[in-house]
């Protein structure tokens, strides 16, 4: 026997109610000791307070605490895990309601905070003042906000006005980059990825942590491309549609970020974007090195800012050219990237107001381009005698004969 009390909590629970599919369990343990635990086969795994990990289960068993502000960002807490620690006290901490309920297996649901009632009515509520002391939990909210945004989810008035408060009091600046990338490299993979920028915007934190996105708000494009003209606004509907699309996470990110460079077009030459491609690759690889974002994201991010304009004119582009941009993407070795680049420009050219459905051969075009290059018969090449830099431009001639070939033959099919 025991003398400690074991409760579910947070997610699991909340799921649960929802009926959703319960992605994992971490359970809250009162009244005991890390000592206890430790005796009884659990795992200590917590560096910040008292964490361990079931000996059959694996799951996490986490001892009740309360914490109390003592600085400055996220680290800035002082915590007490000690058993006199209720599940109420646990249960207050927390960030939102609908993530403050608990239950004991087969027990009724412990819920003062009425998270169950916010559930119904799809609200998403912070538990208490103490919300505000926390600046990652804007990312939190911004994040549940995406995920359940398909359920009729919104945030709460008061919620939002404490993240606005969060994000004009400077303390988002305190956060790690690698927990701003964390919380939004979950947020890239939900149903509505772009609800959690939009979140941000309108609480004051894109410009705080996306200052390059924060700045395409108000730039203008071509209406007769770009039938929503705001580019901010077509970078969320590109979102969604790569979201839609069941796009991989990289790819989104490419998404989000290909448009970067019309925040530095002079508003003199509005609504045009003349050279903003190059311009868009050195705003990524700025906020790739500040949020220290994996070298994946940022090499697909650069090359997507980069060449997605070539995508779009793939119809009409002459075979050296096309031979060029297979070339940046260096699809002879890494052949799995092209694919996420052309499925990223698709999800751009159908992120415009109305025309989510349009096709976009150009990507089916450019897929069989890739091919026939990479088909060459290169020993073929080299038995014609040619060394060097004469045998490496007679490849090159191969490759680009075969793109020829192969438009010839597209044109002459569609």
């Known amino acids: 026997m025991t003398d400690f009390a074991v409760y579910l909590v947070g997610g699991a629970v909340r799921d649960d109610l929802l009926g959703l599919p319960i992605k994992e369990r971490d359970w809250v343990v009162v009244g005991a000791t890390p000592e206890q635990l430790h005796g009884l086969g659990y795992t200590p795994v917590g560096r910040d307070f008292p964490v361990f990990l079931h000996p059959q289960s694996k799951e ?11 600085g400055t960002g996220y680290h800035g807490f002082a915590f007490n895990a000690s058993p006199d620690v209720t599940l109420e006290d646990d249960l207050i901490r927390r960030d939102l309601t ?26 998403l509520r912070h538990v208490s003042p103490a919300f505000a002391e926390d600046p990652l939990r804007v ?4 994040r549940f906000a995406a995920r359940y945004h398909w359920l009729g989810f919104t945030i709460a008035d008061e919620t939002l006005a404490l993240m606005r408060q969060l994000s004009e009091s400077g303390e988002l600046t305190t956060l790690a980059p690698e927990r701003i990338w964390k919380e939004t490299e979950k947020a890239l993979t939900e149903q509505d990825p772009q609800v959690y ?12 942590l996306f200052p390059e996105l924060a700045a395409l708000r108000g730039v203008p494009q ?30 989104r990110f490419a998404v989000l ?24 690759a050195r705003l990524v690889s700025a906020l790739a090195e500040r949020l220290r974002v994996p070298t994946e994201f940022r090499a697909l991010g650069e090359l997507t800012a980069t060449w997605h304009t070539h995508a779009h004119r793939a119809l009409t582009l002459r075979p050296a050219t096309i031979w060029k941009l297979l070339r940046a993407f260096d699809i002879l070795r890494r052949p799995e990237r092209f694919p996420l680049f ?36 290169i020993d ?19 490759r680009i004969k075969a793109i020829r070939e192969y438009q010839s033959a597209w044109q002459k099919s569609h």
């Open 257 to 280: 970020v290909h448009d970067l460079g019309k925040a530095s077009t002079s508003p003199a030459d509005w609504p045009q974007h003349i050279a903003h491609e190059v311009r868009g």
């Open 139 to 142: 990312l939190r909210v911004a």
């Open 222 to 251: 071509p209406a007769a491309h770009h039938p929503e003209v705001d580019t901010l606004t077509h970078q969320y509907l590109a979102l969604r549609v790569a979201a839609e699309m069941g796009l991989p996470v990289v790819a």
């Open 60 to 70: 996490e068993y986490a001892l009740a605490r309360t914490e109390r502000k003592s």
């Open 342 to 377: 052309l499925a990223a420009c698709e999800a751009d050219a159908r992120g415009r107001e109305g025309l989510a459905q349009q096709p976009y051969p150009q990507r089916t075009f450019l897929t069989g381009a890739a091919a026939a290059a990479s088909d060459v018969d």
């Open 380 to 398: 073929a090449v080299r038995h014609s005698g040619k060394t060097g830099k004469a045998l490496g431009d007679a490849i090159e001639q191969a």
């Open 98 to 123: 609908i993530n403050a309920m608990a239950r004991q297996r087969g027990g009724p649901l412990v819920d003062p905070h009425g998270g169950l009632e916010d559930l119904k009515a799809r609200r």
């Open 197 to 208: 920028f939009q979140v941000l915007e309108a609480c004051g934190a894109l410009a705080a």
